[in-house]
């Protein structure tokens, strides 16, 4: 079975520090390894994902994530914080597997806050 | 990029009565289709997958017959839930996997439908 930490329930940063908010996982196979964003009652909204190559992923809005295979961690990062980035974030884990599409496993999310 | 509709928004309805949201795959063709349930400050739980022409798959301790799932096409996926109770009020976001092209077998999610039942 797959499985997705977050081991934080929420994240506090200054507005311009930087930020990390943690996941690790868990899964037989290779992972493909995605974050989302969810603003108050809004659906998900994809940041980035890794599926193969370089180790340290781009995405949306400045964010980026490096996948630690000996670690099985998948931490989220941004350089400098911004007020607007304040947000549930979820970490999603898919087994890469064999025989078909594998289901996506969502960590529990962490709210961060980012304090102007 | 790829984007899913939901439809309704926000729907409030009497206990006792069914609610039909709709999810649709506005620009490629889903091939699976997932809907979750998300309650305050929790993470999305699985309830069930769709593959268009077929029978929902749905995950242990989802009952089939209170939330029922149509595929109907490679764009539409509906979610009725029967006979609604206030322990149902939740908010439900589907998601669409893309069948072919670029973004083959990403998932793209919907905006959600916030369901109260009074």
């Known amino acids: 079975a797959q499985s997705v930490a977050q081991p934080e329930d929420q994240v506090n940063v200054a507005e311009g520090n930087p930020l990390t908010v943690k996941c690790t996982y868990s899964?037989?196979?290779?992972?493909?390894l995605f974050w989302y964003v969810q603003y108050p009652n809004r659906g998900l909204q994809f940041l980035l994902k890794y599926i193969t190559g370089d180790n340290l992923v781009k995405g949306s809005y400045g964010f980026e994530a490096e996948f630690n295979k000996s670690q099985t961690s998948f931490h989220l990062k941004k350089p400098s914080a911004l007020v607007s980035d304040s947000a549930l974030y979820f970490c999603?884990?898919?087994?890469?597997?064999?025989?078909?599409?594998?289901?996506?496993?969502f960590g529990t999310g962490t709210k961060l806050q980012v304090i102007p | 990029g790829a984007v899913v509709s939901q439809h309704p928004s926000r729907v409030i309805c009497k206990s006792g009565t069914s609610v039909k949201i709709e999810c649709r795959s506005l620009d490629f063709q889903a091939t699976t289709m997932f809907w979750y349930r998300q309650f305050p400050k929790q993470s999305l739980m699985l309830m069930a997958t769709?593959?268009?022409?077929?029978?929902?798959?749905?995950e242990q301790g989802v009952e089939k017959d209170k939330f029922l799932i149509n595929h109907a096409s490679l764009t539409l996926s509906t979610l009725t839930v029967t006979s609604a109770h206030p322990e149902d009020s939740s908010f439900y976001i589907c998601?669409?996997?893309?069948?072919?092209?670029?973004?083959?077998?990403?998932?793209?999610f919907g905006p959600g439908t916030r369901l109260t039942v009074l």
């Open positions: 998601s669409a996997r893309v069948g072919s092209g670029r973004a083959y077998n990403e998932q793209f």
């Open positions: 769709s593959n268009e022409g077929s029978k929902a798959t749905y």
């Open positions: 899964v037989s196979g290779n992972p493909y």
């Open positions: 999603a884990v898919r087994d890469s597997g064999s025989g078909g599409y594998q289901k996506v496993t």
